[in-house]
């Protein structure tokens, strides 16, 4: 199929379903056409020649608004492509259009709804992106996490989403959030999708070159939260049980840090801290414009002293070492990706709490979507590798979905 | 003094020097004067009250152009200021201006002249920061540095250069260039007044709360590349050891990494890669507007492949660790800042070897002016501090600015 029909393919699906899905903030319909054409002419195929993109609406954009789910940047137009963006477009990408983010990629929710049923959460803060995915308007969508926000939104609309190892992405024209975790990553309805886009972020051609192992040591990681998880993710948990471990090199629980109770509260506070201090300019000049929820976000992060900060950055240090080395003997630790299938009405987008420990310690996060809850909503788990190791990563993604879905 | 009464004396010595240091590339007298009188009328005092502040032209700012030293951005006009900017506008500094930085804060020189040499070159780059700092335009300056662009122009111009550890200034709306080791710092005429601009951009109040130690444990690193420091260089560092040595509780060698030969290329390496990432879309799209050197860096950059940038990255990592464990023997470590004073021309900023080593591991560095060389330009040595430890290297630096000057 030429680039142009794959995309009026797309372009279809969004015609018929946007004003009830609302995954999008801005779409170029004629830009992304007269991409397609000159793509069709030209000689040159980059990986990912042709493939209509979503674009979360933090990414700066040259050709379209970039308004971070605020009236703040209401009609914002950037000078320049945020450098993701770029590298997508050399590699043939075609950006359709800005997808909803929740306000500052935060927890206040934009107005997408869950293609699956829609009066439930896409999940955030890259709602647009995973929801574009999940209903068949994109093949692939940018996103970013700094809590949750690609992994949760890829659990709640059933599709792949992967959060590459934190440094290999660059951020810049991204809206920051916290420095220490924001994270560039995407969607796509596949492991070998998800890969190829996080090939042209990364620069890594190792993440479209991969081959299945013949078996994979895995590292059972509930994770100090596993009370909060409801009967749908225990029920996926054992499935997943039954149908790896019998064919794993090794699965067996992972030793995670004694103290690692408290991961998700340190990542919480240091995101509080640095969020404040990036929002610094629209927390002192633009307060009405804040929702109540970013503001006590903002306030709790500003109150907290150097000391404590430190302190917090300096458990999370030893919690990446300590973590790094259970990947000597595991190949990839599986773990929830949410506490269930997603939450119904749109104002509150899911709790990030399955994701905070991995994000904090920057490790490469891939959401497998292979199964549904009780409320016939998808739902899946989490598989983690070793920081850098995101080729080895995806490889075991496959081999988990060849024998979960 | 009141704040309108030490603005106009900046305003009349930039009156009197600009058109030849050429320190600025865009002034706001207007607002700099309203902002004053405000403070003046005003019942709140922040860290940072009244003083005029200069601002690298690659913060953006939301009421004056933000440029980053190439035509790509000509006339660009952001929706609002950097994260650092606002900080230190929230503390009471007054923004007096932009100024001069080389293209995209790399190479490639801009028009600032040395102040005490107009023939020289003031260093990159941060150039018209420091150069604005060591006039007595303003007694602060927003800088960055990723190789070597606070502590060598700080070095080339006599002032105080101070690059706190990686990881603790927000870097929201700072054109990105190397993003494991973009790092937001400042001038000062002094210690003091450096860190107390720091205070304000990390948040951490025990930068203005030290007190100078009693003694101080010295590393002496001259590092691997101490052949290339001239005799200029060699005389300051006997100066400084016969200064410090009988005072010091330690003043020594320190063991630096046996392979730490390579650091400075692997530095340059890392550098390239992700700097070629960050301006992905200038790269693409506005080629002919990239000086040849850039161009070549970019290109450099992009024909790294994932493995060697991933072995790059892990011996950074080694280094990481194996040089924080000197700081268990030694406070802080002094190391050259420059290999001489600055040179000739205005076309070369420098070379940055003597900072690459530190930048790469994220540690904070202050370059401590307090010597001449051959020519009667500036002169000094650089003390580079643990980690986090900031307030310390300060508190050590001012300790070492007692015995030197």
């Known amino acids: 199929m030429n680039a142009e029909a794959r995309l009026r393919e797309c372009l279809a699906r969004i015609e018929a379903r946007e004003l009830e899905v609302r995954a999008f903030v801005h779409l170029d319909v004629d830009g992304a056409l007269a991409q397609a054409r000159a793509l069709d002419a030209g000689a040159v195929r980059g990986p990912l020649h042709g493939l209509p993109l979503g674009v979360k609406d933090i990414f700066d954009t040259h050709d379209m608004p970039t308004e971070c789910g605020s009236t703040i940047f209401a009609g914002h137009r950037p000078r320049v492509d945020a450098a993701a963006v770029a590298l997508c477009r050399a590699a043939g990408a075609i ?111 190792r993440l479209r070159e991969w081959a299945v192992p013949e078996r994979v040591r895995i590292g059972l990681a509930p994770g100090p939260d596993w009370a909060q998880a409801d009967a749908d993710v225990f029920a996926c948990w054992e499935h997943a049980q039954r149908a790896l471990a019998p064919q794993a090199a090794r699965c067996e629980d992972a030793a995670l840090p004694p103290d690692f109770a408290d991961v998700a509260a340190v990542q919480a506070a240091i995101q509080a801290a640095e969020t404040a201090q990036a ?42 070492r300590e973590v790094d080395a259970l990947f000597d003997r595991h190949d990839v630790l599986l773990t929830p990706s949410t506490s269930g299938e997603a939450p ?62």
């Open 95 to 205: 950006v359709i259009g800005k997808t909803v983010t929740t306000e500052f990629a935060n927890m206040t929710a934009g107005v997408t709804r869950n293609p699956h049923r829609l009066a439930h959460s896409p999940g955030g803060s890259s709602s647009g992106s995973a929801a574009a995915v999940a209903d068949g308007m994109l093949p692939l969508a940018l996103g970013t996490q700094t809590a949750g926000s690609l992994i949760r939104p890829a659990a709640y609309c059933g599709v792949v989403g992967f959060k590459p190892s934190f440094g290999r992405v660059p951020r810049a024209g991204v809206k920051p959030n916290a420095d220490s975790m924001d994270t560039v990553g995407g969607f796509g309805r596949s492991v070998a999708d998800a890969a190829l886009l996080a090939s042209v972020l990364t620069g890594d051609a």
């Open 279 to 320: 929002l610094a300019f629209e927390h002192r000049t633009h307060r009405a414009s804040l929702s109540d929820a970013l503001l006590a976000l903002l306030d709790k992060g500003r109150a907290m002293d150097a000391e404590t900060l430190a302190a917090h950055r300096a458990r999370a240090d030893r919690w990446r």
């Open 344 to 405: 119904a009405g749109l104002q509150f987008t899911g709790d990030p709490l399955f994701c905070r420990p991995w994000s904090l310690l920057g490790l490469p996060c891939v959401h497998l979507p292979f199964a549904s809850g009780s409320n016939g909503l998808p739902l899946g788990l989490q598989l983690v590798g070793r920081h850098g190791d995101d080729h080895r990563l995806i490889a075991a993604a496959q081999w988990c979905m060849d024998r979960l879905a």
